[in-house]
């Protein structure tokens, strides 16, 4: 009887887990290609994807998947970069669940490393007195909280926040209903100063 529940135990702790690691490491050096060594970018429209929560991971693979987030064709970054520029839609489509959830587990243990980049100190400034006042409820500690569930703005690369904005701003990606009210009352400068102010978190 002991051993008996000693086997039953050992299945359960010691069952593999849905993805074999070799297949996860491949997935990730493709994704790796574009988004960075251990998912930190070095390119300012690509966004890091290292330490986001995993929520928000998932979240994003599946928006992609439904086609419901803009994405533009983009080119390797590193790696072999014959291969042909393609983009995140396309890429979920390729992905199973298991794969997802397998990918969105293993980048929220990687470090967040936020990008060196240059900005405007006056802009961030201004830009700090924007996000106390209207996003750091949702957007704790300059946005680089993972356990807001909110995506990582501080550290985040400029050029992709500047793309995000603009997607925003023209509709072209959903945002949460209370968000909206707040971005929607930002002006061009408001917008300008919350970037730099997140381009200065490094
Ligand atoms: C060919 C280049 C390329 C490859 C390969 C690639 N990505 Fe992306 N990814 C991008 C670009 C560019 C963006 C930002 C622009 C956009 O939304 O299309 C992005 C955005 C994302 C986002 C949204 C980030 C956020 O903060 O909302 C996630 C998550 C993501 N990619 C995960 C992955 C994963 C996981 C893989 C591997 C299965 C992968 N990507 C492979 C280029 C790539
Ligand atoms: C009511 C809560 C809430 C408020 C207030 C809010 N946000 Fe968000 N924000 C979220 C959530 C939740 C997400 C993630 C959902 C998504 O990806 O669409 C998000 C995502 C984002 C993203 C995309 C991150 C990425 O990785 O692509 C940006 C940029 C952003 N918010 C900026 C702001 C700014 C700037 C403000 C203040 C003007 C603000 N938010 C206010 C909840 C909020």
Same mark, same amino acid.
């Given at each position: 009887?002991?051993?008996?529940? /000693?086997?039953?135990?050992?299945?359960?702790? @010691? +069952? /593999?887990?849905? @993805?074999?690691?070799?297949?996860?490491?491949?997935?990730?050096?493709?994704?790796?290609?574009?988004? $960075?060594?251990?998912?930190?970018?070095?390119?300012?429209?690509?966004?890091?994807?290292?330490?986001?929560? %995993?929520?928000?991971?998932?979240?994003?693979?599946?928006?992609?998947?439904?086609?419901?987030?803009?994405?533009?064709?983009?080119?390797?970054?590193?790696?072999?970069?014959?291969?042909?520029?393609?983009?995140?839609?396309?890429?979920?489509? %390729?992905?199973?669940?298991?794969?997802?959830?397998?990918?969105?587990?293993?980048?929220?243990?990687?470090?967040?490393?936020?990008?060196?980049?240059?900005?405007?100190? $006056?802009?961030?400034?201004? $830009?700090?007195?924007?996000?106390?006042?209207?996003?750091?409820?949702?957007?704790?500690?300059? +946005?680089?909280?993972?356990?807001?569930?909110? +995506?990582?703005? $501080?550290?985040?690369?400029?050029?992709?926040?500047?793309?995000?904005?603009?997607?925003?701003?023209? +509709?072209?990606?959903?945002?949460?209903?209370?968000?909206?009210?707040?971005?929607?009352?930002?002006?061009?400068?408001?917008? %300008?100063?919350?970037?730099?102010?997140?381009?200065?978190?490094?």
């Amino acid at each position: 009887m002991k051993r008996h529940i /000693l086997f039953v135990f050992s299945i359960v702790t @010691l +069952g /593999l887990p849905a @993805l074999a690691a070799a297949d996860l490491d491949a997935l990730m050096e493709d994704c790796n290609s574009c988004h $960075g060594d251990n998912g930190v970018s070095q390119w300012t429209d690509m966004p890091t994807i290292a330490g986001l929560s %995993e929520m928000v991971h998932v979240d994003a693979l599946y928006m992609y998947m439904d086609e419901a987030r803009p994405c533009a064709d983009s080119e390797y970054r590193q790696g072999d970069t014959s291969r042909a520029a393609t983009n995140m839609c396309a890429i979920a489509a %390729e992905l199973s669940e298991d794969d997802i959830d397998a990918l969105a587990a293993a980048y929220a243990e990687l470090p967040y490393v936020p990008a060196k980049q240059e900005f405007d100190a $006056g802009l961030a400034a201004a $830009g700090e007195a924007v996000h106390n006042k209207q996003c750091d409820r949702c957007h704790s500690d300059a +946005g680089m909280n993972p356990d807001d569930e909110a +995506g990582m703005l $501080g550290g985040q690369q400029m050029g992709y926040l500047r793309t995000t904005f603009e997607q925003y701003a023209d +509709g072209s990606r959903e945002q949460p209903k209370k968000m909206k009210e707040k971005m929607d009352a930002l002006s061009a400068d408001d917008v %300008e100063a919350l970037i730099h102010y997140y381009g200065s978190q490094q």
